[in-house]
Structures are given as structure tokens and as C-alpha cells.
């Protein structure tokens, strides 16, 4: 009799992940048609598109400092696919490592890490529909192999804090290129396939910053934002904060 309820218990459970997955893959499409399907954006104006992200460039030389002091701590900073094991098959490659520096998750404010960038911190809070920011830090010759963000409802800025001026890295996505430039800023999809060629002699840093789609229809934008911090706030956030008490 056990055995048997097991049984219906396992199948009810895979069920109930079938229409979940579904709903999901569902919920992805209709924000990837929203934007545009095959023909959306590669690149985004960041005035007409999020402006409050201007901000952010014009306190580039406070954010730079921020940012200097901690790498000046040689506090250790975890990788990438430390804090979220999913980057793993692009964050654990090769010899140089891809570090990061978390300020904001899906809803939840690491105050450890912000007390130590509370000027960033507090530019971050002024964002509208922040979804997750942190420093990004890849290690001089550390490149990422190409990859594409499977959830499409966001779209991704970059500020380049620190960039070598020796064969300064890059970014293609999609089927554009694009070189970091420090105090300059890019919004882009990170939903395309991009990858990035590090063959630099210094270390990249930039502060990346994910906002929530605004150009959606209302049920699918109120539908992105309980989505993005509630249920991944859960499932996904709640795992990068525990791992990051490591490194803390």
C-alpha cells in the first residue's frame, strides 16, 4: 500500500513539474514575442529606454572609486559560478576566474556588501524596476564562452569602470560588437547570444545592472515583475545569498 501511494505521489509530482515547465516556456515566449521575437533589439538607447540608468554614467568617478577601494582590500571575492552554480559551464573555465560582487538580488539588499559601496548602493535604490546588479569583475585574459539568458524579461546595462586600454576586451551578442570603455555604457538583450574576448592584460570591471521590460503589455509586465521577485526571489536569489555568506 505504501509503495502504491509513493507511486501516485511521484506521478502527481511529475505532472504537476510538466505543467509548471509549460506554463513557464509558455510565459518565456510571450515576453520574447512582446519584445520583438527574432526581430527585437540587439542594442537599446538607454535615454529613451530606461533613462534613470543616466544617472549611474554621471556618478561614474564615485562608482569607480567604490569599486577601486574594495579590489584595493584584497578581500577574496568569489566567482561567478560559486555564488550561482548554473554559470558554471561559463564562469569555471580556464585558469582566470570571472569574480563578482553582488549590491542587489531580485528584491534582497546584501548589507554586508553595501556597506562597503554605500554610495552605489544608494544610486542602485533609485532605479526603477532593478532586478539585480552587482561588479563584474573578469581577471586579465578571462574570457566567456558564448552563451544567451534563457528569461527575456530584463534587459541588461553595463558601465565600464576599469577597462584596459591594451586590446580591450569585447563583447559580440548576437551579430554586433561592442568594447568596453571606461565611463561609457551600453544597454543591450541579454537574451541573444553574446560572448566576450579577453585577451587583455588587465583586469575588466564593470557594474552590470538588470532592469525589468518596460515596453509590455500591462498583464505581462505585472506578470514579469511578481515573476522576477517573487518566484525567483525564491528559487533563485535565496540560493546566491546563502552561498555568498561564505565569502562574507
Known sequence: MATLIEKI????????????NALITRF?????NANGGESRPVFY???TTVPELLELDKNYETIRAEVANLLNTQMSLPSYHELDPRQTLISDVGQKRWKVFVLYVMGVKPEANRALCPKTSAL????????????????????????????????????????PK???????IKDQFYTWKEGHSVLFDDSWDHEVYNQSSGDR???LVDTLRRALPW??????RFYAKGVLRFVYATGVMKNMEKFI
Open 9 to 20: 505521489r511521484r506521478r502527481a509530482r511529475s505532472k504537476l513539474e510538466a505543467s509548471s
Open 28 to 32: 518565456y515566449w510571450q515576453l520574447r
Open 45 to 47: 538607447d538607454i535615454a
Open 124 to 163: 542602485l535604490d533609485k532605479i526603477p524596476n532593478l532586478m539585480e546588479a552587482f561588479f563584474s569583475i573578469l581577471e586579465a585574459g578571462k574570457s566567456v564562452p558564448a552563451h544567451g539568458a534563457s528569461y527575456p524579461g530584463y534587459i541588461r546595462y553595463h558601465l565600464g569602470l576599469i577597462v
Open 166 to 172: 591594451d586590446n580591450p576586451p569585447r563583447i559580440r
Open 205 to 207: 570591471v564593470v557594474l
Open 219 to 224: 498583464r505581462l509586465r505585472l506578470l514579469n
